[in-house]
């Protein structure tokens, strides 16, 4: 069974960049993928981007594109998401979950989830 723990969310203001990661640890297999979405107050929780476990391919949402990044260090078993030019309206817990169906944005077909890092956009 694979845990998810995700950090680096903080307070800061419209126009800054954060970086935030997604250690994994436990029973991890090379097909799965892991995504990170995000959930603000009274909203769904949305699909953000996405990572094949060994890294290299990569897929976004929309609503982020151009703004944010999603990487790997293998050596760590960690995963980032950084992102830049931040908006008010980005403000937000962001979470990490692993899925077997890389390409997916589809919550329902993720699992293992963090807890949920949260970030807040000053504007």
């Known amino acids: 069974q694979v845990q998810l723990v995700e950090s680096g969310g903080r307070l800061v203001q419209a126009g800054a960049s954060l970086r935030l990661s997604c250690a994994a640890s436990?029973?991890?297999?090379?097909?799965?993928?892991v995504g990170w979405f995000r959930q603000a107050p009274g909203k769904e929780r949305d699909f953000v981007a996405g990572?094949?476990?060994?890294?290299?391919?990569?897929y976004y949402a929309d609503s982020m594109k151009g703004r944010v990044t999603i990487s790997r260090d293998s050596a760590k078993d960690t995963f980032y998401l950084q992102m830049n030019s931040l908006k008010p309206e980005d403000t937000a817990v962001y979470y990490c979950?692993?899925?077997?169906?890389?390409?997916?944005?589809?919550?329902?077909?993720?699992?293992?989830w963090g807890q949920g890092t949260q970030v807040t956009v000053s504007s």
């Open positions: 979950a692993v899925t077997g169906y890389y390409g997916t944005t589809d919550m329902r077909r993720f699992g293992a």
């Open positions: 990572i094949r476990w060994s890294g290299g391919s990569t």
């Open positions: 436990g029973r991890t297999f090379s097909t799965y993928a």
